[in-house]
């Protein structure tokens, strides 16, 4: 009777247990908030799931038209991050992703959901993949302070952006028309075009020149931007990020405003 | 032919009409979900009434800001076109109906009875073309197609985030005011209960010009709002001519103004509180050739407004709105005599004074389904004239309804609407005077391609 008893205890909490490894798993964690995966899912349902299909694989009933394809969630890879290449994102790196939008697709930004529902619908996605249950993120990258913009260093990141082969994907002129353009495909085998820095002051993963200067640490996993990390030392990519901002220089103050709009972002 | 043979075919022919209601949907395509591919729940609670994230891309400009929205990203076969229209069936009955003793012979005297009516109908069909006509132009042009007409409902272009900023948003021509909550997106369609009585009320006895804040409006509006959409105000200066062209009143000007600001309250979801007011004149008396009044003479004008508050609150699935709204006019408004004979005002006529509000409430828990319950009521505090009834004009209205959206997509939304609605206006019966009330009964399909 008593062995009966000790193994029903132990069973009990074990499921106890479990119960709440697998509830952390599907929370999300943004500062103070925390994220409610079963919320989310109702949202995901409201807002996602003609994109990024009802089993967040992006094969949603509009992802045919888009370009570039909807995020597949079930492989958790994920282009804007805090975190190196190849390791998970941090939740607040969803969490940013979904308020900001990804800038020249199909992806809005989301800020006008409430906080809270954001979250939601981070601990949602990560239900996707179990590699969030199996694994933790990684660590976020360092970023040094910037230093000053220069002559010098505009020039040294031109060559950087020559010696480099960043141009064999952006153009010699940044425009995304390198000679590498028509063999581009994302890690689901889709044709990927490479961004053009001349359309304005707005990137991917953000518009500044931290945001920029991160995506160069840790690449945009699932595309062909690989990670500098190894490649350039720190002060090599600030003289990169100088240089590329020089590419959209050429139009006027009012012509950066228009394109930098910031309408929902 | 038995019964029961005419019923299976009745049965037969149903279903055949639905199937055949369905099957044009599959090849339609909204304007906006077309564009971005987003469904219409991204947009809506429950459509046609926004959500916060459709009301930021309205106010943005039908721009989602994703660097996709200027129509040289579009495809050349894009055209940013949509249709609405709504078959269904019902059925109005009124209480204090005037009618002739002897049909056709109106000097055979009249009594009052009730009348009855019902059968399938379709409330006309909306065009709407809008989005955006360069990188921060938008647009908006909706033709209403009636029973026997065509009318221009709303029409304008707007210059967005001007000076780069989302606070400044200018727009021009015909549109419908920044309303608490809005009209032109009711989700209540019946005759009834579909308009909000406290947008239209005016006072028994009243030749106020304008009509109410429910009708799109002819001017020019300034807008904006904070990146959230959190913080939004709306100022506009509209011609008193009731949104009809060619000048019909004169050329006075009436301003409105709306504020709101939006919070997060945890546990419960977004609230919104807000103010409002429309400030205007209008004319009491034309120039008149042959006796007749010249359109656009009207003159001796007089000042009228409405003022008043609401709020947006959410409870996790159930959402209310609450509003509340003062009106005054002028005591020659009031009473429909011209400013230039006072002697003809009554003994005693002062302005005309009321109060109303409404609580509309939602309970949305997938947006595929939405239940809906109103009620709004209208309170005379002042009568014009002091000689008539005391509550002359007061309003009660219930409503209770839901929608079911069987299909959502981004080519396509189809809703099947069933509501009820009764409304007491105190004191109007045409010919006893006593209250007068109607009921309606609506069922039908909403749908838009």
Known sequence: ?265 | MGIGTMKKMAMQCLILATLCAYAPLAHGIPAFARKYGLPCSACHEAWPMLNNFGQTFKDNGYQLGNGRDAPIYQDPSYWPIMFRTTPLWHRESNNRQAIDVVPGNAASGQFESVVTTSGFDLQGVDVITAGTLYKNISFFIQPFIGNNSIAVSQAWARLDNLAGSHWLNLKLGKFELDEPISQERSLILNNTGGAYQNYFFTPPGDNNFFAGIGFPQLGVELLGHSDNDNTRYSVAVVSDSNGSTGLPSNQAYDVYANFNQSFEAPWFGRQQVGVYGYFGESPTYFQTSGGNPIPGTGTGNRSFYRLGAYGHWYVNKFDFYTFYLHGYDNVFLGNSVPSNQPARLPVGAVAPVWNGGFVEGHYNPTPRWIAIGKYELNRMSREANPNIRGNLGNLDTWTVGYRWYPIMSPRAGLAWTQEYSRIINAGTAPLSGKDDIRNSFLMGFDFDF
């Open chain 1, 1 to 265: 009777m008593r062995r009966t008893i000790k193994a029903t205890r132990a069973a009990v909490i074990l499921i106890c247990m479990s119960w709440c490894i697998t509830s952390a798993a599907q929370d999300s964690h943004i500062g103070k908030l925390v994220g409610n995966a079963k919320r989310g899912k109702a949202l995901y349902v409201r807002y996602c799931v003609f994109c990024h299909g009802p089993d967040g694989d992006g094969r949603g009933e509009s992802a045919p038209y888009l370009v570039p394809k909807p995020r597949d969630f079930t492989k958790a890879v994920f282009k804007c991050r805090s975190t190196a290449s190849g390791s998970l994102p941090l939740d607040s790196d969803l969490y940013d992703t979904i308020t900001r939008g990804i800038h020249a697709s199909g992806m809005p930004s989301w800020k006008p959901l409430l906080r809270q529902e954001r979250a939601d619908l981070v601990a949602y996605i990560k239900t996707f993949s179990s590699a969030f249950q199996e694994e933790k993120p990684g660590e976020p990258v360092p970023i040094p302070p910037e230093p000053p913009n220069s002559a010098e260093s505009v020039k040294r990141g031109a060559e950087l952006f020559q010696s480099m082969n960043c141009w064999s994907c952006h153009g010699k002129d940044g425009r995304g028309h390198g000679p590498s353009v028509a063999s581009l495909t994302d890690n689901q085998g889709n044709p990927i075009t490479p961004f053009d820095f001349t359309g304005g002051t707005r990137f991917k993963c953000g518009e500044t020149n931290r945001d920029m200067f991160r995506d160069l640490l840790t690449g945009l996993d699932g595309t062909p931007m690989p990670s500098f990390a190894a490649a350039m030392n720190p002060d090599q990519r600030w003289d990169v990020i100088h240089y590329i901002r020089t590419l959209s220089s050429s139009k006027t103050r009012s012509e950066e405003k228009n394109d930098s709009i910031r309408t929902i972002n």
